[in-house]
């Protein structure tokens, strides 16, 4: 995690864990964590997120949250981030793949009088996150509801069988459930409550194709295929996902605004992103095809294929074809978007 005044960012770090709160709904707990972040104060940190992201840091209070997004001069996605604003720094989530270049890049817009100072936490904490429709239930059986109903990104600290643990509303996967941050030490007695109190651990898979299915990490699923190179990010622009929640089209300037700002304006997005039922697994990279017109590429497949198609050529409900023979039906994403 980095820290700016105190900020978070993770370096490395697997899936996170994830536990489901009923077996009906096949939550489940999975891997380490994979978010990094800084507890530094510093005085300029606000201000400075505020002018280097997409949301508007200056309306957020102590212990509230939101989603933000890193993008290039020319409004490109570099990575999506959960903050979380606390007393004496701001938490960012980020991705493993892209912390250290997110640390160097907001380094260089440091000026020797800003009080801001960006710290690497990841090795330092751990996440999981409490899914489904029984976790506000289960947050009442740990003495920690106070938080259900409270708006996305927020957050408190509590002590669950005696280790501090801070847990915020919304998860990377979700807005609903809640997300708990601790120390590596504290990560094994916090999942053991929660399975203690009816919570499932979700499987590898399970976790993996939830995770894909969710707009957020549909992004950051794509920039691994940027390192692989088979996918290039700063090519996507994340309006085209849909995630307008992360953006205030009202706080003045900011890295990226004059263009985010011209496409809102102009109609300019060109494609949007929609999940595919498929009738059979494809390979990414395959052609989308409406009445036998290429609209789009496949760009993830598996249980449900992901892909960006060219706007007004097909909407929710539609059947596409992907390479000549394979049927699909576009769906929104996040399957889940409450």
């Given amino acids: 995690m980095l820290l700016l005044g105190a900020a978070l960012l993770p370096r490395r770090a697997p899936k996170p864990r994830v536990l489901l709160s ?9 891997g380490g964590s994979s978010l990094s972040t800084s507890t ?10 505020h002018n280097q992201t997409t949301s508007n840091f200056e309306c957020l209070g102590e212990d509230q949250g939101c989603d933000t997004v890193f993008v290039t001069p020319t409004a490109r996605t570099i990575d999506i981030s959960h903050a979380w604003v606390m007393n004496n720094a701001v938490i960012l989530v980020v ?4 912390c250290g270049s997110i640390t160097e890049m907001l380094k260089k817009y440091i000026f020797f009088s800003d009080k801001v100072e960006i710290q690497d936490i990841t090795e330092k904490t751990s996440m999981c996150a409490l899914l489904g429709h029984k976790s506000s239930q289960i947050m ?10 409270k708006a996305y990104g927020s957050h408190e600290h509590y002590s669950v069988d005696g280790m501090p643990v801070t847990v915020a509303v919304g998860s990377t996967v979700s807005v609903e459930g809640f997300t708990f941050m601790m120390s590596p030490a504290a990560a094994g007695s916090i999942r053991k409550a929660l399975i203690g109190h009816g919570a499932v651990p979700m499987s ?4 993996e194709t939830l995770r894909i299915l969710q707009v957020i990490d549909i992004v950051r699923h794509l920039q691994g295929d940027q390192l692989l190179g088979k996918n290039s990010l700063r090519n996507l622009m994340f309006l085209e996902a849909g995630l307008w929640r992360a953006v205030s089209f009202n706080k003045g300037c900011y890295k990226g605004q004059e263009t985010i ?5 102009y109609d300019g997005i060109k494609q949007r992103f929609w999940g595919i039922s498929l009738s059979s697994q494809v390979a990414p990279g395959s052609i989308i095809t409406v009445d036998g017109k290429k609209v789009g590429r496949l760009k993830a497949s598996g249980p449900f294929g992901l892909g960006y198609i060219k706007r007004r050529t097909a ?4 059947s596409v074809t992907v390479e000549d023979t394979v ?3 576009l769906v929104e994403v996040p399957l889940d978007s409450s």
């Fill in 327 to 329: 049927v699909g039906t």
């Fill in 22 to 30: 009923s077996e009906e709904e096949q939550l489940a707990v999975t």
């Fill in 204 to 207: 590898p898979d399970a976790w």
């Fill in 315 to 318: 909407s929710e409900g539609d």
């Fill in 95 to 98: 991705s493993p793949m892209t």
């Fill in 140 to 149: 009442d059986e740990l003495n920690l509801g106070d938080l259900t109903g």
């Fill in 40 to 49: 530094r104060c510093g005085e300029d940190r606000i201000q400075f997120l």
């Fill in 261 to 265: 700002s011209r496409l809102v304006t």
